[in-house]
């Protein structure tokens, strides 16, 4: 299964950019979908969850700007990313796997954001 991410890009402070995570593959249905983000010299840092049904968590300083979305008929998830800050600066992941728990068994390549001031 292959997980690609698409939609970054450069945007300002305040600005909106709307991430999509593409799996093909066999078996490319995940129960959780995840996006995770690393900037330069920083440990990666968890962004967003969405489990196959509905159920989404954010990190504490994504809450109410980003928003995880999935199109099961597509087999891709977004993540749509309002009031963009230059905090939010990183190369952003998206991961799947196919149970509750655990290690994911895919990820993807990363796609660059930069926020500038």
């Known amino acids: 299964v292959q997980l690609v991410e698409s939609g970054g890009g450069l945007v300002q402070t305040g600005g909106s950019l709307r991430l999509s995570c593409a799996a093909s593959?066999?078996?490319?249905?995940?129960?959780?979908m995840a996006w995770y983000r690393q900037a330069p010299g920083k440990q990666r840092e968890w962004v967003a969850t969405?489990?196959?049904?509905?159920?989404?968590n954010y990190g504490d300083s994504m809450k109410g700007r980003f928003t995880v979305s999935r199109d099961n008929t597509k087999n891709t998830v977004d993540l749509t990313m309002n009031n963009l800050k230059p905090e939010d600066t990183a190369v952003y992941y998206c991961?799947?796997?196919?149970?509750?728990?655990?290690?994911?068994?895919?990820w993807g390549q990363g796609t660059q954001v930069t926020v500038s001031s």
């Open positions: 969405h489990v196959d049904g509905g159920v989404t």
């Open positions: 991961a799947g796997r196919t149970k509750l728990w655990g290690q994911f068994d895919a």
């Open positions: 593959g066999s078996n490319s249905s995940f129960l959780v």
